[in-house]
Structures are given as structure tokens and as C-alpha cells.
């Protein structure tokens, strides 16, 4: 099974260092994990080139290219119907208009990121961050039809960018603490899909007592 895992920046720049063991023990239970960050801002950290599994593939893209931009008009062109739906959700769910120009920047990315992993016969999507990263995989799986999941953090959460109606999209929504899951709640997320697991740390495995 190949599955793509999207994150904010990682493994570029200097945040999310926690992604690091995650990704690399999900990396033994599939094919194939292709990591996208949403905005590849910064070098590829060191450290995790040189550790990565060879069955993580790294698909690192600027937020905006020449040829997303011309692959975006040709998909209004193409499918104006199905810009349309978007934009409607977009306009309809962003509860500010600060939020709905940051969701309308991913825009673009979304739909190359459609194609490609159709194309890479992805069966999965997981995103980090309830933020803008997770607006490009709604609009992703709008578009390819390939399920998806998204961890939610801490101010990701109060940030309420779709989040509701990205709840519902979801195939379940992991949050790493119960009061992130039940303030989630409280804005509309579906208590249903809901899945409470800690982050974790690498541990040894036979401690000092």
C-alpha cells in the first residue's frame, strides 16, 4: 500500500522534528510513504536525509510553480464545475477573510497534488496540522477522490479553518491530547471520527531501573 503524508514544512527548515519517528515506524507498515510538504521552506535537514527509509520518498514542491499555475487554469477550464464546489466551500466554511485568502493561496498546489497522486497510485492521504496544509488535502480528496486523515494539534485546532466540515471529509481525525479532542468537539468536529493518540517519543527498550 503507497500513502502520502503531508506536513507543514518537514523535513525542510527546523520545525516538526516530532514527524521524524512517525513517519519512519509508519514507513514499516507500508509500501511506500511519499512526505509533501505544503511549503518546503528551508534545506532538507540534514539528520533526516541521511536516517530516511528507503520507502520514504520525499515530493517537495514550492507552494506555487509556473506549471501549477497553468495546470490550475487549465483545471478551470476543464472542470468548472468542480472549481466552483470548491470555492463555494472554501467562501462559505472560512470564517474570516484572512483565512479564506491563506485557504485560496493552497488552491493551485491542491490540484497538481490531485494529479499527482493519482498518477502515483496513492490509496491515502495523512496530513499534519488542522491549518492550511489540511485545506490542500480537502481539496485534494475533492478532486481525486482519495481518502483521507488529519492529525490535529493545539492551536491548529482554535484557528478553526474548516474545521467542522474537514471532520466530516476526513476518514477519522487523530488529536495527540483528550482536551484538544473535546475543544474540537465543541467547534463541530464529529465525536465519531475522533481518535485520541499521544505524540510519543523514542524510548529505549529496556529503560534503567
Not at 107 to 114: G, H, Q, R, Y
Request: proline share 5%; hydrophobic share 45%; with cysteine.
Amino acid at each position: 500500500m503507497k500513502i502520502a503524508y503531508v506536513t507543514a514544512t518537514f523535513p525542510c527548515g527546523h520545525g516538526e522534528g516530532f514527524l521524524d519517528a512517525e513517519i519512519q515506524n509508519v514507513a514499516r507498515l507500508v509500501d511506500e510513504i511519499l512526505l509533501i510538504p505544503t511549503r518546503p521552506i528551508g534545506k532538507i535537514r540534514e539528520h533526516w536525509s541521511s536516517q530516511a527509509d528507503a520507502r520514504v520518498r520525499l515530493l517537495s514542491q514550492p507552494l506555487f510553480t509556473s506549471g501549477m499555475l497553468s495546470g490550475f487554469l487549465v483545471f478551470i477550464f476543464l472542470q468548472p464545475l468542480s472549481f466552483f464546489s470548491i470555492l463555494s466551500i472554501l467562501a462559505r466554511h472560512s470564517r474570516s477573510v484572512s483565512i479564506f485568502a491563506k485557504n485560496l493561496l493552497v488552491f493551485p498546489k491542491s490540484v497538481w497534488l490531485a494529479k499527482r497522486l493519482k498518477s502515483e497510485n496513492v490509496r491515502h492521504i495523512h496530513v499534519h496540522w488542522a491549518s492550511t496544509s489540511s485545506t490542500m488535502v480537502l481539496i485534494c480528496g475533492v478532486i481525486s477522490k482519495i481518502p483521507w486523515s488529519m492529525t490535529c494539534h493545539r492551536w491548529d485546532i482554535y484557528e478553526d479553518n474548516l474545521l467542522a466540515i474537514k471532520s466530516n471529509r476526513a476518514k477519522f481525525v487523530r488529536f495527540i491530547s483528550r482536551r484538544g479532542a473535546t475543544d474540537a468537539e465543541k467547534i463541530g468536529a464529529e465525536k465519531t471520527k475522533s481518535v485520541v493518540i499521544p505524540m510519543g517519543v523514542v524510548i529505549d527498550a529496556s529503560p534503567p531501573v
